[in-house]
């Protein structure tokens, strides 16, 4: 399963504290910088490529924060959407995409009529303060755990 443009680092003491946040892009670069981000924001990240490689993390992990990126080749953020509200997602979900806007509105407007948390989209190309400011408002306990 090619889920992983995340490379592994050495595991901290406190690995096991960490929240965790997966990261769900088609982009090789763009899931590895959005991992990085989430690293430095204290956060282990888990990168999925497409839908199926979501559906599998999804089902097996407890995720504390989802990025998800609109186009995801032949499935996209709406068969993400449908998962995560299956499952009961309640942590917040950020939607990082270089679609226009209305796109990103109809995603948010989808996963807001399944009662998921989604947070103020990012648009590519990343602004990466913004989102580390992101990843620590949505999960503030993980900057105090990994200091």
Same mark, same amino acid.
């Given at each position: ?41 204290? /956060?282990?990240?888990? @990168? *999925?490529?497409? $839908?199926? +490689? %979501?559906?599998?993390? &999804? =089902?097996?992990?407890?995720?504390? #924060? !989802?990025?998800?990126?609109?186009? /995801?080749?032949?499935? @996209? *953020?709406?068969? $993400?959407? +449908? %998962?995560?509200?299956? &499952? =009961?997602?309640?942590?917040?979900? #950020? !939607? ?9 509105? *109809? ?8 009662? &998921? ?31």
């Amino acid at each position: 399963m090619p889920v992983s443009a995340c490379p592994p680092k050495p595991a901290p003491q406190r690995a096991q504290s960490r929240r965790t946040v997966l990261v769900i892009d088609d982009d090789a670069t763009t899931r590895t910088i959005i991992c990085r981000v989430a690293d430095r924001a204290g /956060l282990a990240a888990i @990168g *999925a490529a497409t $839908v199926e +490689d %979501a559906e599998l993390l &999804l =089902g097996s992990h407890a995720f504390d #924060l !989802v990025t998800l990126d609109i186009n /995801l080749g032949p499935r @996209g *953020a709406h068969d $993400v959407l +449908d %998962a995560l509200a299956r &499952l =009961g997602f309640d942590k917040p979900v #950020l !939607v990082v995409s270089g679609m226009d806007e209305a796109s990103v509105r *109809a995603v948010a407007e989808t996963g807001r009529s399944r009662d &998921l948390d989604l947070l103020a989209p990012l648009t590519k190309p990343i602004d990466l303060a913004a989102l580390r400011a992101r990843f620590e408002a949505a999960t503030p306990q993980s900057i105090a755990r990994s200091a």
